[in-house]
């Protein structure tokens, strides 16, 4: 130490420290020609530095920062923070900042700043040719001292915590010593592909210079065994779209006797994807497990930014994640899939506050926010659910063995879409499937669908001889029948059927795809309903779920609640009523998302000419009396355009349990006359 230049009073009690807490095993210290030791004497100077810089009282017994891996030291004495397992996955933001300074320091403070100056402290150890070990952790570290002391920095590129500053660091020297010698980097089984770009992909990246080290063990040092060559291997697999968040395997793994062979990041995600859809079989095509590890990335980094006690704020989601509400600057083409990141026109003062991240609580694929735009205002509380669930006694009965071959497609696999006979799944529909391969509506069974929703005078009315909705407001003496339109149903591919869960036959059950957002209107109709991304004709946007109740049930629960609750309007399962002589009140069933429900329950109404419209959708069960209601969209529909459905009110009817509001729908065809 003296050779160095470090005089006795600093070494003393840092020696003392160290022996024990490696319990007094000198070799541990003397090893590397003392590396340990003036390490630990180095990292209490700069952090002695750090506390002064910061106006604070170094106290007497401020514990030097020993916290760092040592490969001497046999595991179970490595501190437990140290103790890092094989092959973890971490999330590692690169803007974070550590309270920990172990390791390596970065070195780039002002050299004035004495008595202990790091730049000193730099240059004795780059005297000290011998210094080997590279600790990644520890590198990650080290950032945060960069981010600490880039005000005295005078170049400015040093400032920059993360990638910029290691690689700084490594151009210093401090480094990348002995680490990786050349002739061994073959024995990295999975070379560099590419590298430089930083963000939103992932990247299938190895950063060989930063991540991966091989450690050449000396004689004597502990585990792993003397002359083995331990590899350190970091895999980032995912990134947040700012590349500021990243998903990676770290693997630390000795070369021999344990002939570990890695692969690449690319393999490793087919690999686990392919896993991961055979053993859950209800994923859709599209699931990606890329976009999956991606949006991790996103969300901690949003979660990051946004919770503040509990209640989620984010000015910066709102400044760079949403889309600009000038359309005018936006590609319409079909593949403007997201948008384009850019700032809203919010006005000078007005913000944009985020109240929930994502209403789904993850129930859902995709996450789905709600903002408050203009006041603040809170939706009314509500159990989100991505399913219908059956409230009491209506009777929804499922199950394989109710489903006749006929009604199903056994013998079919893969993709129903592609046969060129269309199976028996196609039979409801005309002998045509609904969908097409890109998995929108068919065109002509889109119009015709509005055509009969439109013009429900014109032949599409039926009428019951006794009709569960009279007999529910009146048992004893029910009125006559107001009529319920007929309906064209979509019959999807399900458990029964043969083909895989790719098949185009089946786009309702796989959930929500689009990108949607809740936010509060501007002209009194409350909360709504909006995508993020253009939608084209006939795309599917989201089921009406709620709860599953009778009539009855329904007529109970809104003679029991008050005028004043706000009521989500409930949807009647009625669409084949008319196949039914006399319908018992538990089959006569319809869907209430006034307590449980999806983001459907905020889509607002808009007479005739709304963008969405209902179709009856028939999954698990071969009648009719239950069904899923699903939104389809009846023109391309712009981005932050409100999504609309025609509620299909009779606003003129005074005795529907559910008294109309006064529409503000806006549409020239309202059919609220007394606005
Ligand atoms: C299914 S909810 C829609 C979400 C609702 N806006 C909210 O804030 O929760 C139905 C309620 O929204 C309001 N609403 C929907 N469409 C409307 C319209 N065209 N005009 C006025 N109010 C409307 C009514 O209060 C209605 O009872």
Same mark, same amino acid.
């Given at each position: 130490m003296k050779s160095l230049g470090l005089p006795a009073e600093d070494v003393k009690p840092v020696l003392k420290k160290l022996l024990m807490l490696y319990n007094k095993k000198w070799e541990l210290i003397e090893e590397d020609n003392y590396r340990t030791l003036a390490d630990a004497i180095f990292e209490l100077a700069d952090d002695k530095i750090k506390v002064e810089q910061k106006g604070l009282i170094i106290k007497e017994?401020?514990?030097?920062?020993?916290k760092k891996p040592h490969i001497g030291l046999p595991e179970d004495q490595i501190p437990s923070s140290l103790n890092r397992g094989k092959g973890i996955m971490e999330l590692e933001g690169e803007s974070q900042k550590s309270s920990s300074s172990g390791g390596?320091?970065?070195?780039?403070?002002?050299?004035?700043?004495?008595?202990?100056?790091p730049a000193r402290n730099e240059s004795i150890r780059n005297k000290s040719k011998n210094l080997i070990q590279v600790d990644s952790a520890n590198v990650k570290k080290s950032s945060y001292a960069e981010g600490e002391s880039g005000a005295h920095d005078?170049?400015?590129?040093?400032?920059?915590?993360?990638l910029h500053s290691r690689k700084q660091r490594i151009k210093n020297g401090?480094?990348?010593?002995?680490?990786v010698e050349p002739?061994?980097?073959?024995?990295?089984d999975f070379p560099p592909r590419y590298s430089g770009a930083t963000s939103?992909?992932?990247? &299938?990246?190895?950063?060989?210079?930063?991540?991966s080290h091989m450690l050449k063990l000396s004689k004597?040092? &502990?585990?792993?065994?003397?002359?083995e060559t331990k590899f350190q291997c970091t895999h980032r697999i995912a990134s947040s779209s700012c590349g500021h968040v990243h998903l990676s395997l770290k693997c630390d793994h000795v070369r021999?006797?344990?002939?570990f062979r890695g692969t690449n990041s690319d393999e490793l995600l087919r690999f686990v994807e392919r896993k991961y859809k055979k053993l859950y079989k209800?994923? &859709?095509?599209?699931?990606s497990l890329e976009k999956l590890l991606n949006e991790i990335c996103e969300s901690y980094k949003e979660m990051g930014d946004d919770s503040v006690d509990g209640v989620h704020r984010h000015q910066e989601i709102v400044e760079t994640d949403r889309p600009e509400?000038?359309?005018?600057?936006?590609?319409?083409?079909?593949?403007?899939h997201y948008l384009p990141r850019q700032p809203m026109d919010?006005?000078?003062k007005k913000r944009a506050v985020l109240?929930?991240?994502d209403i789904t609580k993850g129930t859902e694929k995709t996450k789905i926010s709600l903002y408050d735009?203009?006041?603040?205002e809170d939706p009314t509380s509500f159990v989100y659910i991505p399913e219908n669930i059956i409230y009491q006694s209506g009777y929804v009965h499922v199950s394989?063995?109710?489903?006749?071959n006929e009604e199903c497609?056994?013998?079919?696999?893969?993709? %129903?879409?592609?046969?060129?006979i269309p199976c028996a799944c196609a039979g409801d529909t005309g002998g045509e499937f609904?969908?097409?391969?890109?998995?929108?509506?068919?065109q002509k069974f889109l119009r015709s669908c509005i055509s009969m929703n439109q013009e429900p005078?014109?032949?599409?009315l039926f009428y019951c001889q006794d009709c569960p909705l009279e007999r529910a407001k009146n048992a004893n003496r029910p009125k006559k029948c107001k009529g319920h339109l007929l309906r064209k149903f979509i019959k999807e591919c399900w458990r029964? %059927?043969? %083909?895989?869960?790719?098949?185009?036959?089946?786009?309702?059950?796989?959930?929500i795809t689009r990108k949607l957002e809740v936010f509060l209107t501007?002209? &009194?109709?409350g909360w709504a309903v909006r995508a993020l991304e253009e939608l084209p004709e006939g795309a599917f946007v989201c089921e009406y779920v709620g709860e599953i109740l009778t009539n009855m049930e329904l007529y109970e629960r809104n003679k029991q609640s008050s005028g004043k609750d706000k009521h989500v309007y409930p949807v009647l399962?009625?669409?084949?009523?008319?196949?039914?002589g006399v319908l018992k009140d538990e089959d006569a069933l319809c869907l209430d998302a006034t307590y449980y429900g999806n983001v459907a329950r905020f889509i607002n109404h808009r007479c005739f000419d709304s963008n969405l419209l209902e179709i009856p959708v028939q999954v698990?069960?071969?009648?009719?009396?239950y069904y899923h209601i699903a939104f389809f969209t009846k023109r391309k529909v712009n981005a932050l355009e409100e999504l609309t459905w025609d509620?299909?009110?009779?606003?003129?009817?005074?005795?529907?349990p559910i008294k109309a509001f006064k529409c503000l729908c806006g549409s020239e065809l309202c059919r609220d006359k007394k606005r």
């Open positions: 017994d401020v514990e030097p920062p020993y390596i320091n970065a070195f780039t403070k002002d050299p004035s700043n004495n008595p202990h100056d005078a170049n400015p590129k040093s400032r920059l915590p993360g401090c480094e990348t010593k002995i680490s002739g061994e980097k073959q024995l990295i939103n992909v992932r990247q &299938g990246l190895i950063e060989v210079p930063q991540h004597g040092s &502990g585990t792993p065994s003397s002359h021999e006797p344990y002939n209800n994923v &859709g095509p599209t699931f509400r000038n359309m005018g600057n936006r590609s319409s083409g079909s593949d403007s919010y006005g000078a109240k929930v991240l735009d203009i006041g603040n394989l063995a109710r489903i006749a497609c056994p013998s079919c696999t893969g993709d %129903c879409l592609s046969s060129s609904a969908y097409t391969p890109g998995g929108l509506l068919q005078q014109n032949q599409h029964k %059927c043969g %083909c895989s869960m790719d098949c185009g036959n089946r786009v309702v059950q796989r959930g501007s002209k &009194g109709k399962l009625d669409a084949d009523w008319a196949t039914e698990e069960t071969p009648d009719r009396h509620y299909g009110i009779d606003f003129a009817d005074h005795n529907h």
